[in-house]
Nanobody
Framework: QVQLVESGGGLVQAGGSLRLSCVAS????????MHWFRQAPGKEREFVAR????????YYADSVKGRFTMSRDNAKNTVYLQMNSLKPEDTGVYYC??????????WGQGTQVTVSS
């Protein structure tokens, strides 16, 4: 059974940085696409970043491009989201998502990020 466990959220001032981690377990993730999504209060969940587990190629939402960096450590089965120059509008619950080559994806429980102005 796939499990995704996020950590690293917290309260930070605008302009600060945080690094989120997502530890994946339960199977080999070769071929998976790993994502970070976020959901602000009263808003829909939105895409933030994606990485190919095998190739390491990344893709970002325009709103975070140049500020956030997604990476993975295959040996630790962990993906990261380095968030720099944080803005109040980055506040929300950040979720890790794993999508296999075919079939249903998986979600973590989320970690709260709060950016104060």
């Amino acid at each position: 059974q796939v499990q995704l466990v996020e950590s690293g959220g917290g309260l930070v001032q605008a302009g600060g940085s945080l690094r989120l981690s997502c530890v994946a377990s339960g199977r080999t993730f070769s071929g998976y696409l790993m994502h970070w999504f976020r959901q602000a209060p009263g808003k829909e969940r939105e895409f933030v970043a994606r990485i190919s587990w095998s190739a390491g190629s990344t893709y970002y939402a325009d709103s975070v491009k140049g500020r956030f960096t997604m990476s993975r450590d295959n040996a630790k089965n962990t993906v990261y989201l380095q968030m720099n120059s944080l803005k109040p509008e980055d506040t929300g619950v950040y979720y890790c998502n794993a999508v296999p080559p075919s079939g249903v994806g998986y979600w973590g429980q989320g970690t709260q990020v709060t950016v104060s102005s």
